[in-house]
């Protein structure tokens, strides 16, 4: 026979199960708690890291080291997109930690990584100093405000079609030519960005680029042609080609080629190609005749082990990338040896799969490297500045030697001797 419950009995589960809410009601936010004090610290820890990486002081890092006047300041490097962002671009939505437990998130706005520099190769600089990279592997042009640190890209299958894209160049109107050699085309991109037209004429594939806006030239260097290809930059129209075809990067000869991969133009509007294979630099007048050329193979000083890049900076001195040797080397246009930086290494100023360089109007020097995927920049000193910081110390000097020369006020400016003793009778 059933037992019922008795007036006690009632109130003792009655009580017992109050108790057992009552402990629910502080466990529940007793774990709240906890879960707030730990996201809380890990905020902190992120802030604290954040605020590390902002403090980290890179203007002690020159070339040559002091007392030397320097003549390249380290200035920062750039790797990522700062927001997580889905394949469509969009950032992601900072959802409250109910949202991500009750699963409201669509699959497409819950990802880990933002988008990030992987194998970056060619660089340019529009009119506003924003810093345009090529990456094949991510398939995206990533456009760096060094300002700001905001990112922007120009996105495979939402800008355009790409497979495998290299080089970059920028012209004075802000259009955006990009070599893909995995289509055999160069895309030319307007100022706002939107894909206006493609140039295929003789390619096979194009790697480097540069414009000549005074002579409205567009240069393209195609590794497999051994040839630079000279278009005008506004009809698009083949003009001449550098070099001679056909002969699997065998030849050596002057004004011939053997993978020639990055190219620069200078104010006079003289060519400058890296002919990687000969280790060496080329130079052409602005009608394509062969000039002179300077470099050779070796591991020492002022010599090159596929050099790849080439840039000019504004005192016309011409910079070289070297893929193998993961250094940077500037030289006079006679190919006299002015400095060097890098070597293996993932320190600032060193490099990992160097591949390119670019230098812009205000003289800001960029590299990439492929292994840590990463765009790094420096300042150029230019001889002008230089000249005025060497006159400065000099005017230092001469102050300080006049103050320790001059004479103080208990110093005798004058000796004069004492008269002689009167003679004795």
């Keep these: 026979m059933r037992k019922n419950l008795t007036n006690s009995g009632i109130w003792k589960w009655a009580a017992g199960l109050l108790a057992v809410v009552t402990l629910a009601g502080f466990l529940v936010p007793a774990a709240l708690q906890a879960d707030d004090k730990k996201k809380k610290k890990k905020d ?15 203007s002690f890092i020159v070339w040559p080291n002091p007392p030397a006047i320097a003549r390249i300041k380290y200035v920062n490097w750039y790797s990522s997109d700062k927001e997580k962002r889905n394949l469509k671009g969009n950032v992601q939505k900072k959802n409250g930690w109910m949202d991500r437990l009750a699963g409201t998130q669509s699959e497409d706005e819950v990802f880990s990584m933002p988008f990030q520099l992987n194998q970056p190769y060619g660089i340019a600089v529009d009119s506003k100093g924003l810093v345009y990279v090529a ?4 398939g995206a042009i990533f456009i760096f405000n060094t300002d700001t640190r905001d990112v922007d890209l120009i996105k495979n299958g939402v800008h355009a079609h790409f497979v495998r894209i290299i080089g970059l160049a920028m012209d004075d109107s802000d259009r955006l030519f990009v070599s893909d050699p995995g289509l055999k085309h160069v895309l030319i991109f307007n100022k706002d960005h939107k894909a206006e037209d493609v140039i295929t004429d003789g390619l096979s594939e194009p790697s480097g680029l540069a414009v000549d806006n005074q002579n409205r030239l567009l240069y393209v260097a195609d590794i497999e ?15 001449r080609k550098i070099g001679t075809t056909g002969h699997k990067h065998e030849l050596t000869t002057p004004g011939d080629f053997a993978k020639p991969s990055g190219v620069a133009v200078d104010k006079e509007g003289n060519l400058y190609v890296a002919d990687t294979l000969n280790n060496r630099i080329e130079i052409f007048d602005p009608d394509g005749n062969f000039v002179s050329a300077f470099g050779k193979n070796g591991d020492g000083p002022g010599y090159f082990a596929r050099p790849k890049g080439v840039a000019i900076d504004s005192d016309g001195h011409v910079w070289v990338a070297d893929g193998m040797q993961d250094r940077v080397q500037v030289f006079t246009k006679e190919g006299q040896l002015l400095i060097a930086l890098g070597g293996h290494g993932l320190l600032p100023g060193q490099f990992q799969g160097l591949v390119d360089i670019a230098i812009d109007k205000n003289d800001r020097v960029f590299t990439t490297e492929i292994y840590p995927g990463r765009l790094q920049q420096m300042q150029y000193v230019t001889d002008a500045q230089a000249d005025k910081e060497r006159d400065k110390r000099a005017a230092e000097r001469a102050k300080m030697s006049a103050q320790h020369n001059a004479p103080t006020a208990n110093s005798q400016s004058e000796v004069v001797p004492l008269p002689a003793p009167p003679a004795k009778p």
Aim: no cysteine.
């Design 44 to 58: 902190e820890e992120k802030a604290a890291t954040a605020a590390k990486i902002k403090a980290i002081d890179y």
């Design 135 to 138: 990456d094949h592997k991510v």
């Design 225 to 239: 042609l051994d040839q630079v290809l000279v278009y005008d930059a506004d009809t698009l129209k083949l003009l």
